[in-house]
């Protein structure tokens, strides 16, 4: 096990340092400068601010001097946010980002699973066709679209919930629900499509033969090998959050780091660029990760440290 | 490893229990606001503090009021007395000497000359990389001292005792006054700047300030900030507001739901809300210093340099019809190059004084007539160009509006290209475009900042249009008659009713922003350029 997390943490460096590389130099190719002022500056005023930033040396000598300082921990200095460090910025807004990221998950897995499995459990009942039409309406409705809609009628009409700001659990609600539909629903099909596969497999059949209880074979047999699959969308789902955080912490007026994204690729914020692709790779990695070391503990016939004798 | 129903089952009763005891609780913050609390929002966070070093409009906003320069902009762009009670100018209009009032920076120090020297010496110093040094170009040396070639100490503004500061220009500039009192000028405190080094101004507590509000939270990262009451500023008993609660709002649909609902006191529209919002006994239009306007590139080829095909692509369209239909938002139909309100001479606007109604109007017929004679002209029998424009909301609309106007002319064909604003800058500064809708936002209020544009050879004239006439009235009045109020206004009428009787640029629409404010917030001052609002006048009448 050791040796495995060893060789995958090797492995999860070389990804972000090939991440970085390509995104330095790919970042460098687009027009423009980080200077906000840049319509109202000359080429000559340009040049001297360059040269005050390291703008006007070589390419492969900013890049050199950018891993070196990220190497010890210096991820430069926002454009956006004047005199800001880059790992300030972004440390002070990674927080509600990472608190609404993950109840989504959360949220949207727990509840998922739940709604699958009675589904599946009241295969072709009402039960069934309402999990069905949860999921469908989950995955197809965009969640900037339901995070209006909870805005407008649980916030502005019913007035339960903060329309948008930040300052408390309650703040997280609303975002956390149209963040959350899309986990929900994915995991919700997929937990039914697998358990009824499971559910008329031959050893449910041997279990429920020997005389075990309803709940006993549904916990201890179906449901667990029914979620082998879904370990296997949580990748993809943690891809979706971060994508989707992005618009829904501007409907919600979340100070998080969604909107930065966009927003220092747009102002040719070369480090805050740079932060942001490290964090989200980083993330994305750990989430890959952490589902590997899942799959071993939820199935045991797949063995992480290779073969087993 | 099992995966225990019971850990899970509980797992989400928590969660289901924690949903519904938050339903119960709705907050109630609201009530516990005081009467002179004002509750603003802003599209964007703010980034800056540092006067040296900002560049955006909610950074000015907030420094404009937080703190206070040698003199103050107010209603209408007028210019009143600020930390200088008074100041004479010399006959040549070089020299202004600035007499200062005896008054405190919020942590007691007093505000001295020395401030304002320490503070315009830090701008332009190259090692600041200051964005808007530019804006000190007419101060003595300033220019040398930002390409290097002087020392920071040879600017031209000295400190005569405590209270009374003495600034020498290289020419005699007469919208100077109001670039005293845009915050890129303020005082810095230099006790304070070295003292917090790196961090001066980057958070709320790293900072002194010498205007009407002080900053009282603010994380140098956080979507909201808070400016309080500064008791110690000179003219505090005139300022009625306790607070002020800034708000990022980055989506106008959230933003207007929070102005419904009571959480804030104003509200930017955009989109479609201007439409809805219209007849609303809270909706005010508020006009920018800023024109958009289209460039043809000359250089391209014979065409675009035939006057009478410019003049046909102006009056091929309705501007009237795109400001009220299409964008709806609170613009207007450019009137000329300079942006309307920006400028006035004995209660004249420089629009009015300056105007060419057939360069900013529409007649169709006119524009067909002249559109056939310059094809016939150029030895063409038909003509297609790329109109470029940015990928905004906004600018997706004039593109396709104008092409829709273009497309009534006669062998003509308009193909749109819309682009990211860095892209579209960067292609127009190199020459690379047909047309181009260009904007431009005045830094100070006067019409040179428009009108210095396109003089021949400038690197913002895109389209390479030239005159020697426009040249000519352009150095007139930043040369001869810098100090002739009467001269130089005249140039400057002579040199925007040239730009439009040969259509050097074609003027479209003058931006506006839309808002919805409390009928209870009085006493609101707005400004077309730069910092926008000065609240220390306004209050809740309640």
């Known amino acids: 096990m050791a040796k495995y997390l060893a060789k995958r943490i090797f492995y999860l460096i070389l990804t972000l340092f090939i991440v970085i590389t390509l995104t330095f130099f790919l970042m460098k190719l687009l027009p423009g400068t980080p200077l906000t002022n840049q319509a109202k500056l000359s080429k000559s005023q340009i040049a001297l601010i360059y040269e005050q930033y390291g703008l006007n040396k070589p390419v492969w000598q900013q890049y050199l001097l950018y891993l070196a300082g990220a190497v010890r921990g210096n991820f430069g200095t926002s454009f956006q946010f004047s005199d800001q460090p880059v790992s300030y910025l972004l440390s002070s807004r990674i927080g509600p980002s990472l608190q609404i990221g993950l109840q989504a998950m959360i949220l949207g897995v727990i509840v998922g699973i739940v709604v699958g499995a009675f589904g599946a459990m009241r295969q072709n009942s009402w039960v069934d066709t309402t999990a069905t039409v949860v999921s469908i309406l989950g995955i197809s409705i965009p969640s900037f679209v339901l995070a209006v809609l909870l805005q407008y009628y649980l916030g502005l009409k019913l007035g339960w919930f903060p329309i948008a700001e930040w300052g408390g659990f309650i703040y997280t609600v609303l975002p956390t629900l149209a963040l959350g539909a899309t986990p929900l629903a994915e995991s919700a099909r997929f937990v039914r499509t697998e358990m009824v596969d499971v559910l008329s497999s031959d050893y449910i059949e041997l279990a429920k033969a020997k005389g075990l209880s309803r709940t006993g074979v549904i916990y201890h047999h179906a449901l667990r090998n029914s979620l082998i699959p879904l370990i296997t969308i949580v990748g993809p789902l943690a891809v979706n959050i971060m994508t989707g955080s992005m618009v829904v912490e501007n409907i919600f007026s979340i100070p998080g780091i969604g909107e930065q994204f966009v927003k220092s690729v747009l102002t040719n914020d070369y480090p805050t660029i740079m932060g942001l692709t490290i964090i989200y790779s980083f993330m994305l990695c750990v989430v890959l990760l952490f589902t590997d070391i899942l799959y071993g503990i939820v199935d045991p016939r797949i063995r992480i440290t290779g073969k087993a004798n | 490893m099992k995966i225990n129903s019971a850990v899970k089952l509980g797992t989400v009763a928590t969660f289901a229990a924690v949903l519904l005891a938050a339903c119960g609780s709705s907050s109630n913050s609201s009530s516990e606001a005081s009467k002179q609390t004002l509750n603003w929002m802003e599209n964007s966070a703010l980034p800056s503090m540092d006067s040296s070093t900002a560049t955006d409009v909610v950074s000015g906003e907030t420094m404009n009021n937080t703190g206070e320069g040698l003199l103050r902009i107010g209603k209408n762009s007028s210019i009143h007395p600020g930390v200088a009670?008074?100041?004479?100018?010399?006959?040549?209009?070089?020299?202004?000497?600035?007499?200062?009032?005896?008054?405190?920076?919020?942590?007691?120090?007093?505000?001295?000359?020395?401030?304002?020297?320490?503070?315009?010496?830090?701008?332009?110093?190259?090692?600041?990389?200051?964005?808007?040094?530019?804006?000190?170009?007419?101060?003595?040396?300033?220019?040398?001292?930002?390409?290097?070639?002087?020392?920071?100490?040879?600017?031209?503004?000295?400190?005569?005792?405590?209270?009374?500061?003495?600034?020498?220009?290289?020419?005699?500039?007469?919208?100077?006054?109001?670039?005293?009192?845009?915050?890129?000028?303020?005082?810095?405190?230099?006790?304070?700047?070295?003292?917090?080094?790196?961090?001066?101004?980057?958070?709320?507590?790293?900072?002194?300030?010498?205007?009407?509000?002080?900053?009282?939270?603010?994380?140098?990262?956080?979507?909201?900030?808070?400016?309080?009451?500064?008791?110690?500023?000179?003219?505090?008993?005139?300022?009625?507001?306790?607070?002020?609660?800034?708000?990022?709002?980055?989506?106008?649909?959230?933003?207007?739901?929070?102005?419904?609902?009571?959480?804030?006191?104003?509200?930017?529209?955009?989109?479609?809300?201007?439409?809805?919002?219209?007849?609303?006994?809270?909706?005010?239009?508020?006009?920018?210093?800023?024109?958009?306007?289209?460039?043809?590139?000359?250089?391209?080829?014979?065409?675009?340099?035939?006057?009478?095909?410019?003049?046909?692509?102006?009056?091929?369209?309705?501007?009237?019809?795109?400001?009220?239909?299409?964008?709806?938002?609170?613009?207007?139909?450019?009137?000329?190059?300079?942006?309307?309100?920006?400028?006035?001479?004995?209660?004249?606007?420089?629009?009015?004084?300056?105007?060419?109604?057939?360069?900013?109007?529409?007649?169709?017929?006119?524009?067909?007539?002249?559109?056939?004679?310059?094809?016939?002209?150029?030895?063409?029998?038909?003509?297609?160009?790329?109109?470029?424009?940015?990928?905004?909301?906004?600018?997706?609309?004039?593109?396709?509006?104008?092409?829709?106007?273009?497309?009534?002319?006669?062998?003509?064909?308009?193909?749109?290209?819309?682009?990211?604003?860095?892209?579209?800058?960067?292609?127009?500064?190199?020459?690379?475009?047909?047309?181009?809708?260009?904007?431009?936002?005045?830094?100070?209020?006067?019409?040179?900042?428009?009108?210095?544009?396109?003089?021949?050879?400038?690197?913002?004239?895109?389209?390479?249009?030239?005159?020697?006439?426009?040249?000519?009235?352009?150095?007139?009045?930043?040369?001869?008659?810098?100090?002739?109020?009467?001269?130089?206004?005249?140039?400057?009428?002579?040199?925007?009713?040239?730009?439009?009787?040969?259509?050097?640029?074609?003027?479209?629409?003058?931006?506006?922003?839309?808002?919805?404010?409390?009928?209870?917030?009085?006493?609101?001052?707005?400004?077309?350029?730069?910092?926008?609002?000065?609240?220390?006048?306004?209050?809740?009448?309640?």
């Open chain 2, 85 to 542: 009670k008074s100041y004479t100018k010399s006959k040549d209009g070089k020299t202004y000497t600035f007499n200062l009032r005896k008054s405190n920076w919020s942590n007691g120090d007093k505000v001295t000359a020395k401030d304002f020297v320490y503070a315009w010496q830090r701008t332009v110093d190259p090692k600041t990389a200051s964005q808007y040094a530019y804006m000190y170009a007419q101060v003595k040396n300033a220019n040398a001292i930002m390409n290097k070639k002087k020392p920071v100490s040879s600017l031209g503004i000295k400190a005569e005792g405590n209270y009374k500061v003495v600034v020498t220009l290289t020419q005699a500039t007469s919208y100077f006054p109001s670039l005293v009192a845009s915050p890129m000028f303020f005082p810095q405190n230099k006790s304070v700047v070295q003292k917090y080094g790196k961090k001066y101004a980057t958070n709320a507590q790293d900072n002194v300030y010498n205007g009407p509000f002080k900053l009282t939270y603010w994380t140098g990262t956080s979507d909201n900030w808070t400016l309080s009451k500064n008791t110690k500023y000179w003219d505090a008993k005139n300022v009625k507001l306790k607070k002020i609660n800034f708000k990022t709002m980055k989506d106008p649909q959230t933003s207007l739901s929070q102005y419904q609902s009571g959480k804030l006191d104003a509200t930017y529209l955009s989109g479609q809300q201007p439409k809805n919002y219209k007849n609303d006994k809270q909706y005010v239009e508020r006009k920018s210093a800023s024109t958009f306007y289209i460039e043809l590139n000359e250089k391209k080829d014979s065409m675009m340099k035939n006057k009478k095909a410019r003049q046909a692509l102006s009056l091929a369209i309705n501007r009237n019809q795109f400001v009220n239909k299409v964008l709806a938002d609170g613009s207007t139909a450019a009137k000329g190059l300079v942006s309307t309100g920006l400028a006035e001479n004995k209660g004249t606007d420089f629009n009015t004084a300056a105007a060419v109604p057939s360069a900013t109007s529409q007649d169709l017929a006119k524009a067909q007539k002249l559109w056939k004679q310059a094809l016939k002209e150029t030895g063409r029998s038909s003509y297609s160009l790329t109109l470029m424009a940015d990928d905004t909301p906004a600018g997706k609309n004039s593109a396709e509006f104008i092409q829709s106007q273009w497309a009534k002319l006669d062998g003509l064909k308009v193909t749109n290209s819309n682009l990211p604003f860095k892209t579209r800058l960067s292609r127009s500064q190199n020459g690379q475009f047909d047309a181009v809708i260009s904007a431009w936002g005045a830094d100070f209020p006067d019409p040179i900042s428009f009108l210095s544009l396109f003089t021949s050879g400038n690197s913002y004239n895109n389209g390479k249009w030239a005159s020697k006439a426009y040249d000519k009235y352009v150095a007139a009045a930043t040369g001869k008659d810098a100090n002739n109020n009467t001269a130089r206004w005249n140039d400057m009428v002579n040199a925007q009713k040239t730009i439009l009787n040969d259509q050097g640029v074609i003027p479209v629409y003058q931006q506006g922003k839309a808002q919805l404010v409390k009928s209870d917030v009085k006493g609101l001052i707005y400004f077309p350029t730069g910092a926008n609002w000065d609240f220390s006048r306004a209050y809740i009448a309640k």
